[in-house]
């Protein structure tokens, strides 16, 4: 059974930068594509990043060069960081996996992160 | 980047059925089958429900089904259930962004 978790702050100050990792139980960390997606209170859902265990992290242009992803496979999780945080960045954070074979859907998320950005 | 656009709410009676549409552009839906659409409970995550236009992940019911024509996706549920009422996403793949989400669709029960 397939089970992601993240895990980071709660709270994070304006201009400073957002980590969060995601837990992965149940699938390889090497295989699949791993990704971030977010929801701001009330909103729709925001992709933000993939990336796969080798290669760079792809994310939306959104985003500029706020973001980057990275992959542990001795931990089996992944990373998000996201610099440079204003209010526009208060949402719930998921991570999602797109699996490697099988559709260009995500199958799995995670339980979501609320991160609100606020001194 | 810009949404696709879906109508905001969607309503009927149990056992009917209904259409949510998932309106895009000759970059995104007109131009690849990789759509998939989201069933989002109240405070609950996203469930994946249909991908790639219509295929049906393992263990979802078949009164759902998709579909698209030319630049619109459309997600059809039929015999429609209480446990139906939820939030809607579709998504679909457009210029190098695997995933741009629509404005999502609030399904309620007459």
């Known amino acids: 059974q397939v089970q992601l978790q993240e895990s980071g702050p709660g709270l994070v100050n304006p201009s400073e930068t957002l980590s969060l990792t995601c837990a992965v139980s149940?699938?390889?960390?090497?295989?699949?594509?791993w990704n971030w997606v977010r929801q701001a209170p009330g909103k729709g859902l925001e992709w933000i990043a993939y990336?796969?265990?080798?290669?760079?992290?792809h994310g939306s242009p959104s985003f500029k060069s706020r973001i980057a992803m990275s992959v542990d496979t001795s931990t089996n999780q992944f990373s998000l960081t996201l610099t440079s945080v204003t209010a526009a960045d208060t949402a719930i954070y998921f991570c999602?996996?797109?699996?490697?074979?099988?559709?260009?859907?995500?199958?799995?998320w995670g339980q979501g992160i609320l991160v609100t950005v606020s001194s | 980047q810009s949404a696709l656009t879906q109508p905001a709410s969607v309503s009927g009676s149990p056992g009917q059925s209904i259409t949510i549409s998932c309106t895009g552009t000759s970059s995104d839906i007109g131009i690849y089958n990789y759509v998939s659409w989201y069933q989002q409970h109240p405070g609950k995550t996203p469930r994946l429900i249909l991908y790639d236009v219509g295929v049906r992940p393992s263990g979802i019911s078949d009164r759902f089904s998709g579909s698209k024509s030319g630049n619109t996706a459309s997600l059809t549920i039929s015999g429609l259930q209480a446990e139906d009422e939820a939030d809607y996403y579709c998504?679909?793949?457009?210029?190098?962004?695997?995933?741009?989400f629509g404005t999502g669709t609030t399904v309620t029960l007459l």
């Open positions: 998504s679909s793949y457009r210029d190098d962004i695997p995933y741009v």
């Open positions: 149940g699938a390889s960390i090497s295989s699949h594509y």
């Open positions: 990336r796969r265990h080798i290669g760079t992290t």
């Open positions: 999602a996996r797109r699996p490697a074979l099988g559709g260009t859907g995500l199958d799995h």
